[in-house]
């Protein structure tokens, strides 16, 4: 299995194929408050231009399940990504509602616990791969900060065989590569890192990014 690559907080068509012909496998829109937020109306008129292969996920914070299954369905994602302590029902009820091949991901921040956090997370069978970010005081994601990716390294990267786990949090393309090497992940995920501003991707920036982490994932 190759690298999973995604490339979030897209506002635009022009972004959001950008990431596509540079080869990501998903791209990410954000439906929370954010520089980078936008409506389901919106990705409707972005996703059928869009590779039937790439992954269209919609990035949610404390969203009830009407909320998500009305933006799913209007948008056209292929999954979700879950930025709150969601109850286990709610990702239950996503895949019984969507199917199993609709991909949902789970956000952990890393601090202290965060090993014993995601054990209870894969208690869960609806949970595909856990989404690993930092935190700030004000942001829940899309901080531009990266965590203790060598403390990381020793406790929740561990496992090889353990769940699938996505980097995220203050990659770019000068330190991706440093970030797959030590973390090993099975996915990398960057929003800030290839934006030229707030919700404008730097095409230069998103293909660096993309390249060089296929060079490393490899």
């Known amino acids: 299995m190759s690298l999973w690559i995604k490339i979030c907080g897209n506002t635009s068509l022009a972004d959001a194929l950008l990431a596509a012909d540079a080869g990501a496998d998903a791209v990410g829109f954000v439906f929370a408050p954010s520089p980078r937020r936008?409506?389901?109306?919106?990705?409707?008129?972005?996703?059928?231009?869009?590779?039937?292969?790439?992954?269209?996920?919609?990035?949610?914070?404390?969203?009830?399940?009407?909320?998500?299954?009305?933006?799913?369905?209007?948008?056209?994602?292929?999954?979700?990504?879950?930025?709150?302590?969601?109850?286990?029902a709610l990702a239950s009820r996503l895949r019984q509602h969507f199917g199993s091949q609709f991909h949902i991901l789970r956000v952990l921040h890393f601090e202290p616990g965060a090993a014993e956090a995601a054990s209870d997370i894969l208690k869960h069978p609806s949970i595909d791969a856990i989404l690993v970010d930092s935190r700030t005081a004000s942001a829940v994601g899309g901080t531009g900060r990266s965590f203790d990716w060598l403390a990381a390294s020793m406790t929740l990267f561990q496992n090889p065989k353990g769940p699938k786990l996505v980097a995220a949090g203050g990659l770019n393309p000068e330190n991706v590569a440093q970030a797959i090497a030590t973390l090993r992940p099975w996915g990398v995920d960057v929003v800030s890192g290839v934006e030229a501003a707030p919700g404008r991707k730097d095409p230069e920036k998103v293909r660096a990014f993309i390249a060089r982490s296929r060079k490393v994932g490899a």
């Open 38 to 88: 936008v409506t389901a109306e919106q990705v409707a008129a972005i996703v059928p231009h869009l590779p039937a292969e790439l992954e269209k996920v919609g990035v949610f914070v404390d969203a009830a399940f009407e909320e998500i299954e009305s933006t799913v369905v209007t948008s056209g994602l292929t999954g979700v990504q879950l930025h709150f302590n969601a109850s286990p």
